[in-house]
């Protein structure tokens, strides 16, 4: 049985940083790109950040680029999202997704919040 948890999500300040994470269970991890996506209220679900399966290369949407990191841990079938100088437009749900091409299937974990108010 396949599984994605993620973690890391909560309260911060604007400026602030939180680390996201998101660990696989049942899913050849290794060899699949993953993605980080979030959905904000009224706002359809954006890709945040994606890395493919042997660790690069990544992309990141231009709205936060040069704020946000993504990497991996293959040994640890995990992914994670650095988010730093956070901004109140960063508030949403944060999914972590593996993106399964040979089976045309794409894994979503249940979400984590992230809200970033004053």
């Known amino acids: 049985q396949w599984q994605l948890v993620e973690s890391g999500g909560g309260l911060v300040q604007p400026g602030g940083s939180l680390r996201l994470s998101c660990a696989a269970s049942?899913?050849?991890?290794?060899?699949?790109?993953v993605g980080w996506y979030r959905q904000a209220p009224g706002k359809q679900r954006e890709l945040v950040a994606a890395i493919a399966s042997s660790g690069g290369p990544t992309n990141y949407a231009d709205s936060v680029k040069g704020r946000f990191t993504i990497s991996r841990d293959n040994a640890k079938n995990a992914v994670y999202l650095q988010m730093n100088s956070l901004k109140p437009d960063d508030t949403a749900v944060y999914y972590c997704a593996i993106w399964a091409l040979e089976s045309r299937t794409t894994y979503w974990g249940q979400g984590t919040q992230v809200t970033v108010s004053s």
């Open positions: 049942g899913i050849r991890f290794s060899t699949h790109s």
